[in-house]
């Protein structure tokens, strides 16, 4: 039995072009006999083979070579390299070790190799070499990245139980820095437990910022430790469909515990109609003719009490999330209501506004923005922000969203030199018959007119999954492999973009996730050795 | 305490024009106090309420009244009534009794009443008055139904945890005698699991036709006795990937104990590519010019051995589903590989066919035809069968599905004297973004120019759902509450049309299906009490 010593190379967190080296092994030759049980001759498969196996994203430079070596459940072994800087007292690599002998191996009947003349693979070194690699640290846009998933997609099992890898050679970095999924918990609560599986898909599929929009018009399931009554009258329910302190504590550590951001968005001043249920003077009340009408519109930026309470609940929500950044929403404000109130009417005179809501609109945006600066975070807002000419911090993030002419935008965006993720053309809650993931795929982010020095201004996306025809009940299927259209889209070369051999990799992935337990939807008609049950 | 009794009077299997009536009880008036902690006033939840209540499909006739008893889960019970020609003896009504006392008082905390002035309901008698009540019988197209599905969606649960029910009076019998739904475990493998879970659904939704697709090009599923090799070789898996002996009869037994009649379809001469991996002289060689091509096409409709091999399969899926029916498919033959091959030609040219190939279909079509009737099996058969001019039994049931002017073969058939079922503009499969369910509730199948005899020829309509794109991971959310549209414009009166009282029910009766198990998907923004956890 020979024993085989593999290093990958990692930076912080999980890494940073990742290799995998092999030292002293005995190869099978390509054409040895002992190919043909191994299962590896695929060619009858339909759909077809890649080249690059099942890895997804694919990562930046591949050799796979037709040699391989198997691996014994009972002695292989996931350890931190000599010469690494992390050891085990990171409970983040711990936790990340466990994991991914559970995914390589999972719980399907395995064979043993003892008579085969096959080198075996006993030993995955992982050695970070980044010199701040503290297990303790929350993700950042700026942190290196990649995992011990693409070791996991490398190993495959033959038709008679044995686990195999082939020597392979990688070199990896993510394309942009920021990959993204918006889930909308308030047109539907969303179970933690869904929560925590799309995370887990997230990080199969190394994306890196769960964008939390967590509250909107339809309810408030944010329990607030400062304003109990936000989430105690405007959830739908007030036991059950909330997530509590604690709640957002554990989803923010299976996050960080997956190299995953949670970015959460308080979405204001429309979005809001929830709000006022629990805060009921923090809306504007809306007039017909001049009658109280009894409904409410977005935030009423003209009072001084409005501030007070922005200013305490951002201060909880900045304290709640570690993450730098806090997305403000910004978007979609609805004048009609301010309109229609003589009080907002009184004050866009005074003001100089005219009948320009969208001032009184930049007027709230840019006490907000102060307040957030005040609080030492960073922020993103929906494009709305920028176009209203609001004045915003050089780190702020711009996010695209509206669909027609967005490559304008991102241009406009980029001149006046901000940075910006890209979500417009992936709004994956709208369906289409047939493979709508193609159409996803082919998006290229930096497909405007601008300066090299504008496209180094697009740091990513974002897959946005809106609420409002999705629930525990079919929101991972409907995510997910068309996210993962995505996820390559933002981790890949952007030379990577042939249709075939991402379906060819993406049907095997989709199955790699079904069998860790996502219920990630077929492309098309196939099968998967292990089916997914619900 | 008062004691109630409630008599809910069925038909044969569960029913016929059910009744509950009471006697004696204590009723709170409308206004009393009492009725605000019951949670009755609902009037702050969105969306509105139905005066149907949470009932779907709607009952022919429905009066409920502001009256309510409430049901202790220690001391209800399901029962035969006195007069009842059913028993103990009846495993079908006692496997009934059980799973419909869970289904109504499930898992959730509940409250007794012991201080309140309120009537109690405990016990509901059930009387089946058919005279052929045999509870080892298999459905059929005139078993006259109802069930105990309607008495447990009255059953309602207050704020404090209290069960009660209405006092109601419900007459009912379905509109239509055929409401299936068809499920397709060819291009996707289904789990046993799916589709126990999907009977259960139909149930729920008073659907009482399983139309299994059971095979079809991409794969052979069904493992047959008398020829093991067309699943060992055809389907996607020869174990893991099979319907066994005992798989079918369990799907069939699961089946007939909620009522559901299991109708195989054995799609031929098209649609058969799986067959050939196990039987391959049974399929059409096909030529390039003068050379063998490779490729199969249709069932070989010339040779001997295609009728012995379709007599004796035929004889043992005969024998297997009980069901007096049996689908022949019959659709979308590709004439191009028949063309290429000059044994057919000559064929052809012997039986004067010219280059008519659709009366080479019919060839097939006819002897197949006399063999089904000959092991005393009606067949139900795709539109093209009838269009083909084959003659067919009188009891042969035609399915319209395709899209085009489907109104005119509805048409057509019925002036022909065949009964039909409809199912084209229910392909399931087909979606879009939003309330598409609306569409699907608006069709009218008598909605055809012919006599009121040829609209009696209507029996009924399937929910057709392909399997391209969906597999165990996404199958129950895609087709539930969709198919839930289609069984309401199957069961209820023509009149019942509207689109808001049926959007009121139908949210309650999709959290009702996620309560008990079915990952039905929401159908707009808003809430379940018990959200579904996959």
Redo the contacts between chains.
């Keep these: 039995m020979w024993r085989l010593r593999a290093a990958l190379c990692a930076g912080l967190l999980l890494m940073i072009r990742s290799c995998l080296a092999q030292e002293g092994a005995w190869w099978p030759n390509r054409g040895d006999p002992q190919r043909l049980w191994t299962g590896e001759d695929l060619s009858a498969m339909k759909p077809g083979d890649s080249p690059y196996g099942a890895l997804w994203p694919r990562p930046r430079s591949v050799q796979i070579s037709d040699d391989f070596l198997y691996l014994s459940p009972a002695r292989f072994s996931i350890v931190h390299g000599s010469s690494s800087t992390a050891g085990p007292s990171c409970n983040l690599l711990q936790d990340a070790f466990n994991r991914y002998y559970k995914y390589i191996f999972g719980d399907s009947k395995w064979q043993e190799s003892e008579n085969r003349p096959l080198g075996e693979l006993q030993l995955l070194q992982v050695v970070i070499i980044s010199p701040d690699s503290d297990c303790n640290a929350y993700p950042s846009i700026s942190s290196d990245e990649s995992s011990l998933e693409t070791f996991s997609q490398l190993v495959y099992q033959d038709d008679i139980g044995l686990f195999l890898i082939n020597k392979t050679l990688i070199s990896d970095a993510p394309r942009f820095g920021h990959r993204g999924v918006l889930l909308d918990s308030s047109?539907?609560?969303l179970?933690k437990?869904?929560l925590f599986?799309n995370l887990d898909a997230m990080a199969f599929n190394k994306m890196n910022v769960f964008h939390w929009h967590i509250v909107d018009d339809?309810?408030f399931p944010y329990e607030s430790a400062a304003f109990p009554a936000l989430s105690k009258k405007g959830a739908?329910?007030q036991y059950?469909?909330v997530y509590t302190q604690d709640d957002v504590r554990e989803v923010i550590e299976f996050a960080r515990l997956r190299g995953i951001r949670v970015v959460p968005e308080f979405d204001s001043p429309g979005h809001t109609q929830s709000w006022g249920e629990g805060q009921p003077s923090l809306l504007t009340p809306c007039y017909t003719g001049e009658q109280l009408s009894g409904s409410y519109g977005p935030i009423n930026p003209i009072k001084n009490e409005t501030y007070t309470f922005i200013t305490k609940f951002f201060q909880e929500v900045a304290n709640v999330f570690p993450d730098h950044y806090i997305h403000l929403g910004g978007d979609e404000v609805d004048f009609s209501c301010w309109r229609s109130n003589p009080d907002i009417t009184k004050f866009m005179a005074d003001h100089g506004f005219g009948t320009d809501y969208s001032k009184l609109e930049s007027y709230y945006m840019q006490l907000l923005l102060e307040i957030i600066t005040s609080v030492k975070k960073g922020y993103m807002v929906w494009q709305e922000v920028f176009d209203n000419h609001d004045k915003l911090t050089p780190d702020t993030v711009v996010e695209v969203w509206k669909e027609k002419n967005y490559q304008n935008e991102m241009a406009a965006v980029t001149a006046a030199g901000f940075q910006t993720i890209l979500s417009a053309p992936w709004y994956l809650?709208?369906?289409?018959?047939?493979q709508d993931w193609i159409q996803i795929y082919k998006v290229e982010p930096s497909n405007f007119n601008g300066t090299e020095a504008q496209k180094k201004l697009v740091i990513g996306g974002e897959a946005c999954l809106w609420?409002?025809?999705?629930?525990?009940?079919?929101i991972?299927?409907?995510l997910w492999p068309r996210a993962s259209a995505v996820a390559e889209r933002l981790w890949s070369n952007q030379q990577v973009t042939s249709i075939e051999d991402a379906y060819n990799r993406l049907v095997k992935h989709r199955c790699n996730m079904?069998k860790r337990g996502i219920?990630?939807?077929?492309l098309?008609?196939?099968?998967c050795?292990h089916?997914?049950?619900?």
């Design positions: 047109r539907h609560f179970p437990k869904i599986r339809q309810s739908y329910r059950t469909h809650n709208r369906i289409s018959y047939g609420g409002e025809f999705v629930d525990a009940t079919n991972m299927p409907r079904v219920p990630a939807e077929p098309y008609v196939g099968f050795d089916e997914g049950h619900l």
